[in-house]
C-alpha cells in the first residue's frame, strides 16, 4: 500500500545540519509517509548521512544524482515518490513534530488540493498565530499570495496533491524556483486550505 505522503528532501553539503532535518522528519506524530533524500552531488558528507539513515529506517529513500541545483533535487523525487500527497522540506531546515498531522488533517477536513501552514526563523523568539483556519479558492488564494498575507512564497510550508505535479515540475534554475512554480500550483487548484500556525522552522 502507498504512503499517503512523500516527504522530499534535497542535499546539497549540509553535513552539519542534516541530521537535524532528518530527525524531525523521521518523530512526525504523522507516521504514514516516505523520506526521499536527494543527495544531489555533496562533496561532504552528506550523501554518506542519507545513507545511514536508509539502514536506519524502511521510510526512508535515497537518490544520489550529479548536481543540478534545488529544483532539479525536487523534481528527481518527484519523479520517484509515490504517496497521494507531496511535501518539501529544506535540509537546513527542521519541522514542528506535528506539522504534517496538522496538514494531513486538515486536508482531510477540507477536501483541499493545497495545505499550508507558517513558518518562522530560528532568531524569531515569539510568534503571534491566531491559530485561525482559512480555506481559499483557487483566485483568492492568488489573490492573498500577491497582497502578502496568509499564503507565501516558499513552497517548504505546504503539502500538495501529487497529481498537481502531473505535467508540472521545478524549473532548474539557481534560485526563485519557489517563486516559479508557487503561481501555478495554486491555478491548478480548487482549494487551499491555510493555519496561521507556525508549524516550520
Known amino acids: 500500500m502507498n504512503p499517503y505522503l512523500s516527504i522530499i528532501v534535497p542535499v546539497y553539503n549540509v553535513q552539519n545540519y542534516l ?3 532528518i530527525e524531525s522528519i523521521l518523530i512526525q506524530s504523522f507516521q504514514d509517509f516516505e523520506l526521499i533524500l536527494v543527495n544531489d552531488g555533496s562533496t561532504d558528507d552528506s550523501g554518506k548521512i542519507c545513507d545511514e539513515y536508509l539502514l536506519q529506517d524502511r521510510r526512508v529513500k535515497v537518490i544520489h544524482k550529479l548536481n543540478g541545483g534545488l529544483g532539479d533535487a525536487r523534481n528527481a523525487g518527484i519523479i520517484d515518490s509515490i504517496g497521494e500527497f507531496i511535501g518539501f522540506v529544506d535540509s537546513d531546515d527542521w519541522i514542528d513534530s506535528d506539522m504534517y498531522q496538522v496538514l494531513i488533517n486538515l486536508q ?8 499550508s501552514c507558517n513558518y518562522m526563523r530560528t532568531d524569531t523568539s515569539k510568534n503571534d498565530d491566531s491559530l485561525k483556519i482559512v480555506n481559499y479558492s483557487r483566485d483568492e488564494a ?12 516558499i513552497v517548504c510550508n505546504k503539502i500538495y496533491k501529487s497529481s498537481l505535479f502531473n505535467d508540472l515540475l521545478f524549473e532548474k534554475v539557481v534560485i526563485l524556483e519557489d517563486v516559479l512554480i508557487t503561481p501555478q500550483l495554486l491555478y491548478n487548484t480548487k482549494k487551499i486550505t491555510h493555519i496561521d500556525k507556525s508549524l516550520y522552522i
Do not use: E, M, R
Not at 482531510?108 to 495545505?115: A, E, N, T, Y
Open 19 to 21: 541530521k537535524k532535518c
Open 108 to 115: 482531510i477536513q477540507h477536501k483541499s488540493d493545497i495545505v
Open 142 to 153: 492568488l489573490n492573498d499570495l500577491y497582497s502578502n498575507k496568509f499564503i507565501k512564497w
